[in-house]
């Protein structure tokens, strides 16, 4: 008889449009067990539940009670991270939270705090530089493919979305496409973390940056009463301890851009979207004719470190959402860092916000700071 490997117990604190995916990915993590799921609004906890033949908490302490609960991921509005994630600390649970950690660095500084404090983990998403397209451009960059990297630009361009039906988007369980919500948060606090995650791991923490944010469709839940009109637009340059150079544009008003180009001494390095596993990655070589450097007009597909999951194709993503809650799982049982750790996490939530809030007016210095994280196994 074959020995099964303990799983660790995990529950879903908020059951809106996101939580399909982590249920949905959960289930290609076998050490993973989803031991129930709870939302402040009962019928969408039931919703997600039948759907997915999971266990509905009837409250929240019901769930932190669980001692088969080792870890919660915290998917709840970003308002109300900070509670929730603080709540699961105290209970003696490791936090895996949505981004960001907190929607102030004082209070994201706190729950790091908090959780080496009670000796617990604590770490945000978004977690796709753990994917198979992310690890091969960080290992490209170690082998010194296009030379030093002088340059990096990064978009986060996500279409008109104000033009979109978003109204009727729905999640496989039929939760709704909060746009209230993301409206009131920003393009900024939930997708220019997908960039800023994969930059700070290759080249390492921030320690400057210059940015400028505006909101350039005011109306853009069209009569809706919107709280806050966050801003739908940002652009910030960030300069790296380690020397790079790189430029963010982040905006729910222009065509979709996804793409990310790093730019060395000798050639380009980049691929088309972030928000896919498998997005193949490009390096186009420059070289030298009669004293003019050039770039080689074809580009050169280096192959994936791994074959990546299979998604489904229609998706506007393919990503796995609980790759970085079984990163976490790992990290424990075998007793080693997370990749994701709390500081690193802290930092990005740091570099994030100050985006947002357009650098301040001048240049913005972080005051955080983490340790440089280590590849994953399959991709050294």
């Not at 996500?158 to 039906?165: A, C, I, W």
């Not at 998706?315 to 080693?336: P, T, V």
């Not at 996490?345 to 955080?368: C, F, K, M, W």
Request: charged share 25%; hydrophobic share 40%; with cysteine.
């Amino acid at each position: 008889m074959t020995r099964q490997e303990p799983r660790t117990g995990v529950a879903l604190v908020g059951c809106g449009f996101v939580s399909d995916f982590y249920v949905q990915t959960a289930a290609r993590h076998p050490g993973l067990e989803i031991a129930g799921v709870w939302d402040r609004d009962e019928s969408c906890a039931r919703r997600l539940a039948s759907h997915y033949g999971l266990r509905p908490y009837r409250s929240f302490d019901e769930l932190l009670a669980d001692d088969r609960v080792a870890l919660v991921a915290n998917l709840t509005n970003p308002k109300s991270h900070y509670e929730v994630s603080r709540a699961a600390l105290d209970a003696g649970k490791h936090v895996y939270s949505e981004k960001p950690l907190a929607t102030e660095i004082g209070a994201a500084t706190q729950l790091v705090a908090q959780a080496r404090r009670r000796e617990r983990l604590i770490a945000s998403a978004p977690c796709s530089i753990l994917g198979e397209t992310a690890q091969t451009l960080w290992r490209a960059l170690r082998e010194q493919r296009v030379g030093p990297v002088r340059l990096v630009y990064a978009e986060m361009d996500d279409g008109m979305v104000h033009r979109m039906p978003y109204r009727r988007w729905l999640s496989a369980s039929g939760a709704p496409w909060p746009y209230q919500d993301e409206f009131e948060v920003g393009c900024t606090l939930e997708h220019a973390g997908y960039y800023v995650t994969w930059l700070t791991a290759f080249f390492g923490p921030v320690e400057s940056l210059s940015a400028f944010a505006s909101c350039r469709i005011p109306d853009k839940a069209a009569g809706v009463p919107i709280a806050r009109q966050a801003p739908d637009y940002s652009v910030a340059s960030l300069q790296f301890r380690s020397g790079v150079v790189a430029r963010l544009t982040c905006s729910i008003v222009a065509a979709r851009d996804h793409s990310l180009r790093i730019f060395g001494d000798e050639g380009v390095l980049g691929t088309k979207d972030g928000w896919y596993y498998d997005s193949p990655v490009k390096v186009q070589r420059s070289f030298t004719i009669r004293r003019r450097t050039m770039l080689n007009p074809f580009r050169h597909t280096i192959p994936l470190v791994r074959r990546p999951p299979r998604f489904q194709r229609r998706a506007s993503a393919q990503m796995d959402f609980a790759r970085g809650i079984a990163e976490m799982a790992d990290a424990l049982s075998e007793r080693r860092p997370c990749r994701l750790s709390p500081e690193y996490s802290l930092h990005n939530n740091e570099l994030v916000l100050a985006i947002q809030d357009g650098g301040a007016g001048g240049t913005y210095r972080p005051t955080t700071t983490f340790e440089p994280m280590e590849p994953m196994p399959w991709a050294r």
